[in-house]
């Protein structure tokens, strides 16, 4: 976990710390606790961190800390819709718990009920949905996954982590681990980076 988010500060750094006149858009989501879930380590201060070196970027930054599913999809679309402007450009930085079920990718806000696949899908966010949205707007877009978990499935039918993230277009998305697992909470930091996308830029992500 915190090696992905050294890694996410540096990447995110060496993207936008040249001087250039797009609307700099982002939205930081902490979502540290799910039920049936511990408490994820740090999470609120690994999304501070991010926010603080975005907003020294340049950034107008919308953070959102242990909300619900209404809270959390609500700013993900407005999110999604500020990122129409050809002239924008967007990171998604979300840590949190994460799961697979239904095969589908789900992100776990607070109140999210994981005692069966049914549940899952009633009461947590498809990540999907989101990047459907994302893939619609023209501008460069940045989406970071940091979903640290302790590896634990309670639940048939109900895996922690992400399975992989299509690429969208003009977009990166980077995970902090590998598809199907998760990051090990802060005490055994396990991470990877793959880049789902090989960066095709629009006319938004000008050099």
Known sequence: MRLFLAVVLLMT???FSAARGEERIALV???PASEG????????????????????LGFTVRQVSDGDRADVAR???DFAQSLAKPDSVGI???????????GRNYLLTRGTRIDSKETVDQTALPLDLFMQALEATPTLKVVLLDNPGDGHNPTSGVMQGLAAVDPLTHAIVALSAKPG???????????YLPMRSPLRWSSAART
């Open 75 to 77: 700013a993900m679309h």
């Open 13 to 15: 750094m060496a993207l």
């Open 181 to 191: 697992t998760v990051a090990l909470d802060e005490a055994r930091p396990v991470t």
């Open 37 to 56: 879930s511990p408490a994820i380590a740090n999470a609120d201060l690994s999304a501070e961190l991010v926010a603080a070196t975005l907003r020294s």
């Open 92 to 102: 998604f930085y979300y840590v949190g718990h994460t799961a697979q079920a239904n």
């Open 29 to 31: 989501v902490a979502n």
